[in-house]
């Protein structure tokens, strides 16, 4: 147990659907965070908050949308993916933004049809 | 560009020493992490070395040299547990984490 958990574990959508993926931490922290994890590729930071701040965009495409409305819950809406969206996609949260130590959830495994 | 190589597998004996490695490119440095990933499961973090030298940690240690840009963990006494993905991360001046790409690690009996 991590102290971070997401919901939905899994997600099925079409490529017209809209969704949300939740990250909720329970540890306390001020900074937290979207990556992307695909088969073979290094995890891929996506979206960072401090302080319910969006501080980073990593070059993320529009229909992912991040929202964080207090230091301890993360959304991640999704609308028009793409199939090669298709991936496991991790929260994960730290004491600050440049802690060296990040704590992840479990992840959400989305499948885009 | 910014870049970490690791190997991609390793495959080593239950009870034995193995090391996996670790170089980094990256246009700052502040610190290399180890997180460790299990099949369906979340990574999770194993050791930091900010300076040079060797830091220990039960059976698993790491090591980092700046002037080489390269890090090592080192898994003793493997169990079958320790069967899983190894990750390093480089915390570059951004701020940032930049993961490698992952070192598969079996441990056979």
């Known amino acids: 147990e991590t102290g971070v958990t997401q919901t939905p574990r899994h997600l099925v959508m079409g490529m017209t659907n809209k969704k949300s993926l939740k990250c909720e931490q329970h540890?306390?922290?001020?900074?937290m965070y979207w990556y992307k994890q695909s088969a073979k590729k290094p995890l891929e930071l996506m979206f960072v908050?401090?302080?319910?701040?969006?501080?980073e965009n990593n070059s993320v495409p529009s229909r992912f949308s991040p929202e964080c409305p207090n230091s301890s819950h993360l959304f991640l809406h999704l609308h028009t993916l793409q199939p090669e969206d298709s991936a496991l996609y991790l929260c994960?949260?730290?004491?600050?933004?440049?802690?060296?130590?990040?704590?992840f959830g479990p992840g959400t495994r989305l499948t885009v049809t | 560009g910014q870049s970490l190589e690791q190997p991609s597998e390793v495959t080593a004996v239950e009870g034995a020493i193995v090391q996996i490695n670790c170089t980094y490119q990256?246009?700052?440095?502040?610190?290399l992490s180890w997180y460790q990933q299990h099949d369906g499961g979340a990574p999770t973090f194993l050791s930091y070395?900010?300076?040079?030298g060797l830091e220990e940690t039960g059976r698993f240690s790491s090591f980092l040299s700046r002037s080489d840009s390269y890090g090592y963990l080192l898994l003793q006494e493997l169990q079958m547990k320790d069967s899983a993905s190894y990750f390093c991360?480089?915390?570059?001046?951004?701020?940032?984490?930049?993961f490698g790409q992952g070192t598969t690690l079996q441990v056979k009996p």
């Open positions: 540890l306390g922290h001020n900074a």
């Open positions: 908050y401090n302080f319910k701040e969006q501080t």
């Open positions: 994960a949260s730290s004491h600050a933004r440049d802690s060296y130590e990040q704590y």
């Open positions: 991360a480089v915390r570059a001046n951004t701020g940032k984490l930049i």
């Open positions: 070395n900010g300076l040079d």
């Open positions: 990256t246009s700052g440095f502040y610190g």
